[in-house]
């Protein structure tokens, strides 16, 4: 099976679950699992609403295979 190129995108608010879900894998990475307090409304918010981060995808064969960049703007 050919692989397709790579896919670079931003986040949309539809995607406020999943950037919820990049944000506590890695604060597991990190054994910081318990000092999340983000929750996909208030990403929600911060992201669309107020524009204060931005987050970009990259996919491959229509799979997010990482949250490339999380840019917090204050």
Known sequence: MERRKPVIRKAEREDAALVLEFIKGIAKYEK???????????LEEQLFDKGRAEVIFAMEDN????????IYCC
Request: charged residues 25%; glycine residues 0%.
């Open 32 to 42: 910081m699992e318990n000092e999340v307090e983000a929750t996909v409304e208030l």
């Open 63 to 70: 799979f997010f295979s990482s949250c490339i960049k999380f």
